[in-house]
């Protein structure tokens, strides 16, 4: 039972229990895994961060855009705490720029991949700044 390895897993953590979620987290979006990373949700993993080192450059909502998972975008965003912007040091990136960016990019025959439904999640919710700017001011 997946339950009991995960009440192990965080037993042998320890104080680095907190950032290993963050990257299994990461790592699961980017697998497109929606019920482990429901699991993750429910262990209340703080969507608005990255690991310490994160495979990636964003954060787990932006990982769901750039991929058209839909369902997982969906388990993201009704987490009140979810952002809909991330900063860098020197860019700015919006949910809505992300789908958008990626959304002629790929084509994949895929029944979880879908990024019309990703955009309709994104401009549906109160979060969603239409006329935010990113980083070129677009």
Known sequence: DFDIFFRAFKELAGDKFDDYCLRFLEVTVAN???????????HRVNVNVRPKEAKYSKPPAFIACSNGYFRILELLTKRSELKFSFNTDNQKFTLLHEV??????RNKENKNVNFQKCFDLI???????????DDLGK
């Open 32 to 42: 497109g895994m929606r019920d482990t990373v429901e699991f993750l949700l429910e």
């Open 123 to 133: 401009i549906k919710d109160t979060r969603c700044e239409i006329n935010a700017e």
């Open 100 to 105: 958008c960016q990626n959304f002629a990019l």
